[in-house]
Structure formats: C-alpha cells, structure tokens
C-alpha cells in the first residue's frame, strides 16, 4: 500500500513538473512570437515613414517640373503674341505703303 501512495505522488509530481514545464515553454513561445510582432511592427512603421518621404520628394520634383513648363509655356506665348502684333504691324505698314 506504500508503494502505491508512493507512485501516485511520484506520478504526480512528475506530471506536475511536466506541466510546468510545458506552461514555461508555452510562455517563451508566447514572448517570442510579441517580439517578432513588435519588431515586424517597427518595420512596417519604418518602411512606412520612408515611402512617406520618397512620396513627398516625388511630388516636390513634380511640382517643380509642372511650374517651369508652366513658365516655359507662358514664356512661348509670350512669344507668339509678341510675333503676332509684330505680323500685323508689318501687314498695315504695308498697307500703309501701298495706299502712298
């Protein structure tokens, strides 16, 4: 009947230490798959940030392309309509002096 007793409680206690370190083992787990999350995390936060950035500069770059070929394209209009009054002043000057 000792014996017994005896067994039981060793068969426990061996269970008992093999739950623990089962628990213990479910817990590493647990912290090391939150640490990967919080590390992919800062990852993503960072790769974020950086587009974020290049997004920005991409559409500084733009802006300025789209301003100089607004002013390039005033600058020929300007142009043509300085070549315009130019035509038609020679036009009636030739009027001018043919009427003479």
């Known amino acids: 009947m000792k014996r017994s007793k005896f067994a039981v409680l060793a068969l ?3 269970l008992f230490v093999s739950c623990d370190k ?13 640490n990967a ?9 960072a790769d974020a940030k950086r ?3 290049n997004t920005d ?12 070929n607004k002013d390039t ?3 020929q209009l300007d142009a043509d309509k ?8 020679a036009a009636k000057a030739r009027i001018d002096a043919e009427n003479k």
């Open 12 to 14: 426990a206690s061996v």
């Open 22 to 34: 089962q628990k213990a083992a479910i817990e590493d787990n647990k912290e090391a798959t939150k």
């Open 37 to 45: 999350i919080d590390e992919r995390k800062e990852e993503v936060n």
């Open 51 to 53: 587009a974020i950035k």
């Open 57 to 68: 500069m991409n559409a500084t770059i733009d802006k300025a392309r789209i301003e100089a």
């Open 73 to 75: 394209a005033q600058a």
């Open 82 to 89: 300085k070549a315009a009054d130019a035509e038609a002043k």
